[in-house]
């Protein structure tokens, strides 16, 4: 197929021209006639052209022309029809038969295959036409991408949308396919009915099947059809249709199927984008890459298709134009600063070598065409007539001082400045030497044979490999165009490798809209980035924003993030949380307080991954370290309450390693750490627990304590940094060494007073300086001090009176904050300034504790609070004295009072956690066993009960026993059923066996000693322990004493005459089998003694308590009935009878009847308990 005006479209322009210069008589429009030939005329030609009848040509005649030409297809149909008919040609036989025909060649091998000769392009017959639209795809017909001559290159079928066969089109090279039907193999009337032929279409491609797939659901997206496309979308399940990269091509995504559709008839003709300047551009030549007409199917009017080849002449003369340009604008500056360079060497002009004059008379000096922008590979065939007129040109050349200036620039520059680029590059390029032959050979002669070398420079990588460029910007061009081809063909898990490169030509590119391309490649580089690339492409972003600056990093950079802020992978958000932060030091600081800001909130408040909004705050953070805005004071607060009230723990660390210290560092600047921040969080706290009276809400309590807590190195380092002596901190001599404990460890870098201060040796000083103040010189005039001495301490006083000392969440909290406070202040401002002011609330009389309402201060959370968050700062031999005695004052009190245990019950679980304070606190127990009050005694063995389970054995058997065994003989016998919880926990908690047997013993003097049979208390007390303990003890114990002396004790409660203990006795036995229907029971167990138990009890709850009654009855049947069972069957394990012994219905019998009843909340948890 060819063009009218003697363009072949399978050739490009460059080698159509050379074709025609290299042969002989080649003229600009040579036609088949000039060589004694003709063709039939197309119909579009001139009228003169079909007034003359021309004579007949010879077939082979025709035929040779045609391969001459290279119009292949032509010669395909002529050769398929003739084939049919019966009269096959050898010449093309022998042609379409030999594979290496259709090899990638050069121009001077594609003419010597075709078999040399002279002529023009022929106008294109009808047969031609035809041939080339009905021609399939895959098949030798597949030419149209650009290639030298003799290669017949694949191009997609028009009529069959092949061209979305974007796989073919890959990087890897003109492979031909094996699966491809030849084209002679094929009949002419299926080739031409192949539109309407699918079976004889190649089978479609997986990669052409997803990119069909993915547009096809875009298309039915768009155009509304929701339904179809979800159908669509469960029926490829295997595909992601949000997103292009998943479809596996290495090609952008490609129009919608209306635009591809609407373009149909020219989006596949590839238009010359890239043009070799050495060879130059003119007007006639941007004709050779206009559309060709009749290649077009007509879907549109004359005037579209014209508007189209209008465009696409413009379009190319752009970028003709613009690549001039910047070829151009680089010769203007590589010639000034060789201006330059010749300036300063001109006085200091060496000697020149006769070696080197006479090489000079050999190169030419001239710039070459495209003003030394690239290195041409082609240019070493130069046109023997240029070579001439430029030897004659330096041959007479006679002015001394031209010639010396010429040769001291090629020879004579110094090592150390050749180096340098670029004043000195352009001459010493120009002056590049190569020796030449001694032959006799003509140009002409050469040039073909140097066409031998298979180059190529007609496609894009070929055009790019074989121009080099010899300036920074020519290389940032080159990258600028290479590198959006080369990243999709580069594994994913080794694309961070291409960072540095994608980087530096985003910095050093002179055009905007490739720097943006490039950095739009740099944050999608990778899927889903691990943390390892995410660092990787953190720290080039930070390289670029030091290179470029805040004005391009605003420009460039941000609009990458901003794109990405609601990307559907985790990974791709949590890369633009942490570029928010990496980039804050190079910002423009208005960009920081705003855009930036906005950006962190909204992601903080509408992300729902942890890991993302964890990297939103430390952004924030980092942030609030660069702010310099007061305005946005308040918007940083809001956004520290809502970070620390998230639900994920991820953020809330984050907040107080990073955002908390850093905000609070900016308050203290601002002069709003005492005056709002810490005010407003006490404030909090206060407005919670009014509210708070029927329900604490104790997350946000610890939300709020929390904060305060993570405030106090900041607090202290602004007490240090405006103390009376500040300025007397100076670091001359030796400095004193801080002891390792004297601060808490803190949770991040931050938090480290040093680190606040500035460093550990000027932090060393001022604590030096702030003890000697506080114990010799007082707090007078020192501002920041007082107002926590006198306004924070009372306030936090004053709010731990209110707090429930039931809640041991709440004074855990407490406990810790003080003892933080403490620690960080110091020893002597705990012993001066917080303790006087405990002591002074906890004024250790009787008075204090007011026996009839409950309430005395000595009964609140303010005693526990103070024993475990300040007495235990510091644990010298003082510090310890002190604390036991306050226990023991505390014990003493409460007791003789009648008041609560609360307070010192939340001291010893406090305080119990820790087993360094076991021996303190067994110190305090014994003080209670031998106090002469029997109120002390009594409350000392309750206390054993909340001890034991955190002492060891050795210390149990050791300290505990034994001073309960002194107990349980005490005369009081309210002493002695005292011990009885204390005795029941030993037996759940301790495996000794000898230590059990020690307790058994015990236990069972108290129910079989005469003297307790009417100790009603006792009994009531002993059927308490039992169904506490009874689940979680030793399997052996419970068989043999806790179930048969249930039984015995449901026996005698039988004959109880008085119905109020009766009663009493009966409820505490019903919760005691309630929790033990929960343990295995053998049958013999079962019948002697848990059945009857039951039995006894059920006739106590007849008369007494019907609704126990109910579920009692239902209990006995469902375990009679296992008995039963158990007879036939074997025992199914360790099953627990709880499984066993309710049906459904008596299970909802009985959860029912026990929502009703006022048991115990803690008996009944035992019920699904089982032993560890």
Partial sequence: ????????????????????????????????????????????????????????????????????????????????????????????????????????????????AAGGGAGGTPAPTPTAASA?????????????????????????????????????????????????????????????????????????KPLEKRALNFLVNEFLLKNGYKLTSITFSDENDDQDFELWDDVGLNIPKPPDLLQLYR???????????????????????????????????????????????????????????????????????????EIDYLRNEKPAIPVICDSVQSSLAQVPLSLPDDNGRYLDIKSSAIDSNHEETEEERLSTVTDPESRLLKDNTISCIPNKERGKPPSCSPSIKAAVHFDKPNRKLSPAFHQALLSFCQMSAESRLGSEVSRIADSEKSVMLMLGRCLPHIVPNVLLAKREELIPLILCTACLHPEPKERDQLLHILFNLIKRPDDEQRQMILTGCVAFARHVGPTRVEAELLPQCWEQINHKYPERRLLVAESCGALAPYLPKEIRSSLVLSMLQQMLMEDKADLVREAVIKSLGI???????????????ELLLSAL?????????????????????????????????????????????????????????????????????????????????????????????????????????????????????????????????????????????????????????????????????CVHEFSRFFWRLCRTFGKIFTNTKVKPQFQEILRLSEENVDTTAGNGVLTKATVPIYATGV?????QEEDRKLLVGFLEDVMTMLSLSHAPLDSLKASFVELGANPAYHELLLTVLWYGVVHTSALVRCTAARMFELLVKGVHETLVAQRVVPALITLSSDPEISVRIATIPAFGTIMETVTQRELLERVKMQLASFLEDPQYQDQHSLHTEIIKTFGRVGPNAEPRFRDEFVIPHLHKLALVNNQQSTDSKRLDIAIHLFEAYSALSCCFI?????????LPGLRCLRNDMETLSPEHEVILSSMIKECEQKVENRGVQEPQGSMSIAASLVSEDTKTKFLNKMGQLTTSGAMLANVFQRKK
């Fill in 1 to 112: 197929m060819a063009a009218a005006g003697g363009v072949n479209p399978f050739l490009s322009d460059s080698e159509e021209s050379e074709g025609e210069e290299g042969r002989p008589g080649g003229g600009g429009s040579s036609s088949l006639s000039d060589a004694g030939t003709s063709a039939p005329p197309p119909s579009s030609s001139p009228p003169a052209a079909q007034a003359e009848e021309p004579p007949r040509v010879p077939v082979d005649a025709l035929a040779a022309q045609l391969l001459r030409d290279q119009l292949v297809l032509t010669a395909l149909e002529l050769h398929t029809e003739l084939l049919e008919s019966g009269r096959e040609l050898p010449r093309l036989r022998d042609y379409f038969s030999n594979p290496g025909n259709f090899e990638r060649q050069s121009a001077g091998g594609g003419a010597a």
């Fill in 132 to 204: 080339s639209s009905a021609a399939p795809p895959g098949g030798l017909a597949a030419a149209g991408k650009e290639g030298g001559p003799g290669q017949l290159h694949r191009a997609g079928s028009i009529s069959t949308l092949d061209s979305l066969d974007f796989a073919r089109y890959s990087d890897d090279g003109n492979r031909e396919t094996d699966e491809r039907v030849a084209e002679n193999e094929v009949p002419l009337q299926e080739r031409r009915n192949y539109k309407s032929s699918p079976e004889i279409q190649e089978p479609i």
């Fill in 263 to 337: 373009d149909f008839g020219n989006h596949q003709i590839s238009a010359k984008d890239v043009f070799d300047i050495a060879v130059g551009t003119e007007e006639d030549e941007l004709d050779a890459t206009t559309p060709i007409l009749e290649s077009i199917p007509i879907f549109g009017t004359p005037q579209s298709i014209e508007q189209c080849v209008m465009v696409q002449k413009l379009e190319d003369q752009i970028n003709s134009l613009s690549t001039e340009k910047w070829s151009l604008m680089e010769q203007i500056q590589r010639l000034e600063s």
């Fill in 623 to 637: 942030i609030m370290g660069y702010i310099d805005d007061p305005d946005k004071y308040q918007q940083g607060f």
């Fill in 645 to 809: 009230g998230d639900p994920s723990e991820r953020v809330v660390s984050a907040t107080h390693q990073v955002f908390l210290p850093a905000y609070a560092a900016w308050t203290t600047e601002l002069g709003n750490l005492q005056s709002h921040l810490i005010p407003t969080l006490l404030s909090k706290i206060e407005k919670l627990l009014r509210e708070g009276e029927h329900g604490l809400d104790e997350h946000k309590l610890h939300m709020y304590l929390s904060a305060l807590q993570s405030l106090i190195p900041s607090l202290f380092a602004l007490v240090l940094q405006n103390a009376p002596f500040t300025s007397k901190a100076k670091l001359q001599g030796e400095v004193p060494q801080i002891e390792v404990t004297r601060f808490p460890r803190p949770v991040s870098p931050l938090q480290d007073v040093a680190t606040i201060i500035g460093s550990r040796e000027q932090l060393a000083i001022l604590l030096q300086l702030y003890d000697y103040q506080l114990e010799h010189e007082g707090t007078t005039g020192w501002e920041t001090l007082l107002w926590v001495v006198n306004q924070l301490l009372p306030q936090l006083i004053e709010i731990v009176g209110k707090i429930n000392v039931a809640s041991a969440a």
């Fill in 871 to 875: 007495l235990t700062c510091y644990i």
């Fill in 1082 to 1090: 053998s049958e013999d167990l079962m019948v002697s003694h848990f």
